[in-house]
């Protein structure tokens, strides 16, 4: 197999592509089971789109930046997690934090904990009791019987408002950050923010 270049934002460009495709597909499902599998499977494509995004934007903001390049290669090297290059690249490279408190940092982190909860599943082998049956060994499945379109839609919407709070801290202002999406996910400008 050969070696492919292309530009760094093409990947970041399709996990989205793929993300949004997947949820217009959901929109248009009558399917409850189907909806619900494939509301799981954008919960797990957004966190990952963002993971994909941080890895490819940060790199070239290293190859830009000499300082920057130290904190980023080193972590991608010790493959650290998404919550650490989170928490630490936008502090040390774009001198500000996302704030998990609140806003888009705070429905991240739940995003990305309710993936983790979908991704690495344990089974809570739970016992019911109704009238004289006893049934042991349930499994709670709350999360994934919890999912629908929405969950799904706000799945992306929550993973490109992070991605825009990183352009944020960058420095790019509010009419530059709807071209930079568009740039770097694929997020189509709306007609508004051409004014």
Same mark, same amino acid.
């Given at each position: 197999?050969?070696?492919?270049? =292309?530009?760094?934002?093409?990947?970041?460009?399709?996990?989205?592509?793929?993300?949004?495709?997947?949820?217009?597909?959901?929109?248009?499902?009558?399917? $409850?089971?189907? +909806?619900?599998?494939?509301?799981?499977?954008? *919960?797990?494509?957004? +966190?990952?789109? *963002? $993971?994909?995004?941080?890895?490819?934007?940060?790199? !070239?903001?290293? =190859? @830009?930046?000499?300082?920057?390049?130290?904190?980023? *290669?080193? /972590?991608?090297?010790?493959?650290?997690?998404? @919550? %650490?290059?989170?928490?630490?690249?936008? &502090?040390?490279?774009?001198?500000?934090?996302?704030?998990?408190?609140?806003?888009?940092?705070?429905?991240?982190?739940?995003?990305r904990r309710?993936?983790?909860?979908? *991704?690495?599943f344990t089974? #809570? %082998? @739970?016992?019911? @009791? !109704?009238? /004289?049956?006893?049934?042991?060994?349930?499994? $709670?499945? =709350?999360?994934?019987?919890?999912? $629908?379109? /929405?969950? &799904?839609?706000? &799945?992306?919407?929550? #993973?490109? #408002?992070?991605?825009?709070?990183?352009?944020?801290?960058?420095?790019?202002?509010a009419k530059?950050?709807? %071209? +930079?999406?568009? =740039?770097?996910?694929?997020?189509?400008?709306?007609?508004?923010?051409?004014?």
């Amino acid at each position: 197999m050969g070696q492919y270049l =292309s530009s760094p934002n093409r990947i970041p460009w399709l996990y989205f592509g793929a993300l949004r495709r997947m949820c217009n597909e959901i929109a248009a499902c009558d399917d $409850d089971r189907q +909806v619900k599998e494939d509301a799981t499977v954008c *919960v797990i494509l957004a +966190v990952t789109a *963002v $993971d994909v995004f941080l890895n490819t934007y940060f790199r !070239v903001i290293a =190859s @830009e930046d000499s300082a920057a390049a130290e904190i980023i *290669v080193a /972590d991608l090297q010790a493959r650290k997690s998404l @919550e %650490h290059k989170l928490r630490t690249w936008p &502090a040390k490279v774009l001198g500000g934090q996302i704030d998990k408190s609140c806003g888009p940092g705070r429905e991240f982190d739940e995003l990305r904990r309710l993936r983790n909860r979908l *991704v690495h599943f344990t089974s #809570a %082998h @739970e016992t019911v @009791e !109704v009238d /004289d049956i006893r049934i042991k060994g349930l499994a $709670d499945t =709350s999360d994934y019987d919890s999912l $629908d379109v /929405d969950s &799904a839609v706000g &799945a992306v919407e929550t #993973a490109e #408002a992070v991605v825009r709070e990183i352009f944020r801290l960058k420095g790019h202002t509010a009419k530059e950050i709807p %071209h +930079v999406l568009h =740039s770097w996910i694929g997020r189509e400008p709306s007609p508004s923010s051409e004014n």
